[in-house]
């Protein structure tokens, strides 16, 4: 089992920037796939990015691509997500998420798919 715990929300103006971290408990980090997911009030969570265990396999949603970046630092067992050009649609709740395995024939984008979820961080983007 594996804690997900989210920081480095806030507020940022539109074009501005802001660096996601989720931290997990566990030794066993390297097993897992990772995933960020938003939520928007009044809309369904959806999905943003991803990051295979060794971090060789990335993707993302055709919304932030270009924009927003996964990575992950194994050795701190920590996930991020550097959100640049920000705009006020990217305003949501956003999610870190976990499932100890490694996708197969397609990467994971779905919240079923995951196993483990932080209990979220706010990001607000005024324009």
């Known amino acids: 089992q594996v804690q997900l715990v989210e920081s480095g929300g806030g507020l940022a103006q539109a074009g501005g920037s802001l660096r996601l971290s989720c931290a997990a408990s566990g030794r066993t980090f390297t097993v897992y796939t990772m995933g960020w997911f938003r939520q928007a009030p009044g809309k369904e969570r959806e999905f943003v990015a991803t990051i295979s265990p060794s971090g060789g396999g990335i993707y993302y949603a055709d919304s932030v691509k270009g924009r927003f970046t996964i990575s992950r630092d194994n050795a701190k067992n920590t996930v991020y997500l550097q959100m640049n050009s920000l705009k006020p649609e990217d305003t949501a709740v956003y999610y870190c998420?976990?499932?100890?395995?490694?996708?197969?024939?397609?990467?994971?984008?779905?919240?079923?798919?995951?196993?483990?979820w932080g209990q979220g961080t706010q990001v607000t983007v005024s324009s």
């Open positions: 998420a976990a499932v100890p395995r490694l996708y197969g024939g397609s990467y994971y984008t779905r919240s079923y798919q995951y196993d483990y």
